[in-house]
């Protein structure tokens, strides 16, 4: 099974800039789809970003022009770029990788937003 790693929250102020990092145990240069969702206290859980295996991606319509999503394939790892970052972002963010028939998700990493 592979694990997913993510790392990079914080508590940072509205408007400031964070970059959450995910790196798998194993190779991603062809998974098919990886992503970012989040899930804020008493919320379902939502689609933040996701990055296709040709380049393609989606973001969630709260985040779409702050959030920008990218992988690194030879470091096994994926990226979210968060900028103008505000207090309805809080949320713990977990990385997702469909890997073959096997969806995994990784233990999640906190964003708090507060000035």
């Known amino acids: 099974q592979v694990h997913l790693v993510e790392s990079g929250g914080g508590l940072v102020q509205p408007g400031e800039s964070l970059r959450l990092s995910c790196r798998s145990s194993?190779?991603?240069?062809?998974?098919?789809?990886m992503a970012w969702y989040r899930q804020a206290p008493g919320k379902q859980r939502e689609l933040a970003a996701s990055l296709t295996k040709s380049g393609f991606t989606d973001y969630g319509d709260s985040v779409k022009g702050r959030f920008t999503i990218s992988r690194d394939n030879g470091k096994n790892t994926i990226y979210l770029q968060m900028d103008n970052l505000k207090s309805e972002d809080t949320a713990n963010y977990y990385c997702?990788?469909?890997?073959?028939?096997?969806?995994?998700w990784g233990q999640g990493t906190q964003v708090t937003v507060s000035s």
């Open positions: 997702y990788g469909r890997f073959g028939a096997e969806d995994s």
């Open positions: 194993g190779s991603i240069f062809n998974v098919p789809l």
